[in-house]
């Protein structure tokens, strides 16, 4: 790709960030109770009250970071401070040790509590990136609180104070999840960056989710990354939870794992990046739907029918994460392929998820790459997070693709 190529590239992520930013803006902060509401239909219409935590301490993450790549903006840093005062007033499980609720009302009322560790990811990474705009530092303190929290919960070094247990009777089947050291390496990354005074800790934890990642779940022998195995790295073949392949979570994976490397440098550094492209390899190939383009939600390794009813739609952020990471080996290595995949998947973004006339892009694809009816742009799970960090992200490294 020339450099107007490039350009006009970048030109239209800008345009799309801009109408991104906009349209939560205008349609999902909440003016009376405070925080984020993310069901939003295609217009920006509300139908759904309730709140997500995720999403609170998302979309602070989001515009704190939105500030600290442009500069600060009032409006900006209103919105992260709006949802970062909700989440400490009314997403804290005081009877809970601290843990974060999955649920709220849209006055902060509690409805749901997951053992997962993810909306206590989101509440570290939202007031470290809001710390690292504002210098506030009870800020950083929350974060590094819920960080420890976090590593504690995940390596068992403390029991969940919710009570919830695991999932799955651990008598009969033991697992671990791809999910768990991959999200934590990326928390883990962002609070290196605003707390580099602490950078030892990270970088060890770091090491520690990179191992786990290569030890347990990246399989040459299946030329993929499992979802789920057992405790010491089992494959589940009999069932269809050990055979579950996530394309979009494996590559988003793979630029966490490019992250960690660049900051490492050196010959480990590059051994652990050819990793992470092979991750990315792997994905793309068993992910990309090559009758109607786009990458499917879920595959099974060996080729049997996946259970989850949703698997063969198409998702956001499975394509914003590919679009980081394939720019991302680009960047890195200079290899056409890569560029070459970046391109595809952003005239596909073009084409089935971008809305010229509302901004924010659709979330939910069906296979042919018609929007869900009615179609949406925000729900519990989507909110101003993949698509606005995808574009900063690509904003940034087209950046330096023109500069060098």
Request: proline content about 4%.
């Amino acid at each position: 790709m020339d450099k107007t190529d490039l350009k006009a590239t970048r030109d239209w992520v800008r345009s799309e960030l801009d109408a991104c930013v906009d349209f939560w803006l205008k349609n999902g902060i909440d003016r009376k109770h405070g925080g984020v509401y993310t069901c939003l239909d295609r217009t920006g219409r509300l139908y759904s009250t309730d709140k997500s935590v995720w999403m609170q301490g998302r979309c602070a993450w989001t515009f704190s970071y939105l500030c600290s790549v442009y500069g600060k903006r009032p409006e900006w840093l209103e919105a992260a401070r709006s949802c970062l005062d909700f989440l400490e007033d009314h997403c804290i499980n005081h009877r809970a040790g601290g843990r974060l609720y999955f649920q709220v009302t849209e006055d902060g009322k509690p409805l749901r509590q997951r053992r997962y560790c993810f909306s206590e990811g989101f509440y570290a990474i939202a007031n470290g990136e809001y710390y690292g705009v504002t210098g506030e530092k009870e800020h950083l303190e929350r974060a590094r609180r819920a960080y420890r929290m976090i590593y504690e919960l995940n390596n068992g070094l403390i029991a969940d104070p919710t009570g919830m247990g695991p999932k799955v009777e651990p008598e009969t089947r033991q697992g671990r999840g791809l999910g768990e050291p991959m999200i934590f390496l990326n928390i883990t990354s962002v609070m290196r960056r605003i707390d580099p005074d602490n950078a030892a800790e990270y970088d060890r934890h770091a090491a520690e989710c990179v191992d786990v990642i290569f030890t347990y779940h990246m399989r040459e022998d299946l030329q993929c990354t499992l979802e789920t195995v057992g405790r010491k790295g089992e494959f589940w073949k009999e069932v269809t939870a050990g055979r579950v392949v996530n394309p979009g979570h494996d590559i988003e994976c793979s630029w966490f794992l490019m992250e960690y490397a660049n900051h490492l440098g050196g010959a480990e550094g590059r051994a652990i990046h050819d990793k992470a492209i092979t991750i990315f390899d792997w994905a793309a190939r068993g992910g990309w739907d090559n009758e109607y383009q786009g990458l499917l939600y879920f595959t099974d390794c060996l080729g049997n029918p996946p259970e989850a009813y949703e698997h063969d739609m198409k998702l956001w952020w499975p394509h914003n994460e590919m679009l980081i990471a394939s720019l991302m080996i680009y960047r890195d290595t200079g290899r056409q392929e890569y560029l070459d995949w970046f391109n595809r998947v952003v005239e596909y973004c073009k084409e089935y998820f971008c809305d010229p006339e509302y901004g924010e892009w659709y979330g939910y694809l069906r296979r042919d790459g018609k929007p869900t009816m009615p179609s949406t742009k925000g729900s519990t799970f989507k909110g101003p997070f993949h698509v606005p960090r995808c574009l900063i992200m690509l904003d940034t490294m087209l950046g330096q693709l023109l500069e060098g």
